[in-house]
Nanobody, 128 residues
Framework: QVQLVESGGGLVQTGGSLRLSCAAS????????MGWFRQAPGKEREFVAG?????????YYADSVKGRFTISRDNAKNTVYLQMNSLKPEDTAVYYC????????????????????WGQGTQVTVSS
């Protein structure tokens, strides 16, 4: 069982930056692929970014955030991060951290059903 707690959300102006953190409990964090999803009001939850578990060398981004967002992980701290730069109003959403326990070592899962554990979410609001 893994518990995930997100932090770092808030209100920021267009063009600003935020860094989200997701702290995981348990001693097996390093064997979980990790992902960030978001859900805007009235919309479905969507994939934002993901990172594999072995070494964290592989990452994948949604086209809408590519070049602006960066996912990283620190296995010593059981934490995954999402650095968000050049934020736009359309980035406004609740952001969720998720963990995938059965992914291959270099795989970056991108589907909601690939993930087994979810955090409670953190609100990100980008004002125009």
């Amino acid at each position: 069982q893994v518990q995930l707690v997100e932090s770092g959300g808030g209100l920021v102006q267009t063009g600003g930056s935020l860094r989200l953190s997701c702290a995981a409990s348990g001693r097996t964090f390093s064997t979980y692929a990790m992902g960030w999803f978001r859900q805007a009001p009235g919309k479905e939850r969507e994939f934002v970014a993901g990172i594999n578990w072995r070494g964290g060398q592989n990452t994948y981004y949604a086209d809408s955030v590519k070049g602006r967002f960066t996912i990283s992980r620190d296995n010593a701290k059981n934490t995954v991060y999402l650095q968000m730069n050049s934020l736009k109003p359309e980035d406004t959403a609740v952001y969720y951290c998720a963990a995938s326990k059965n992914s291959g070592p270099i795989v970056v899962p991108r589907k909601i059903y690939d993930y087994n554990y979810w955090g409670q979410g953190t609100q990100v609001t980008v004002s125009s």
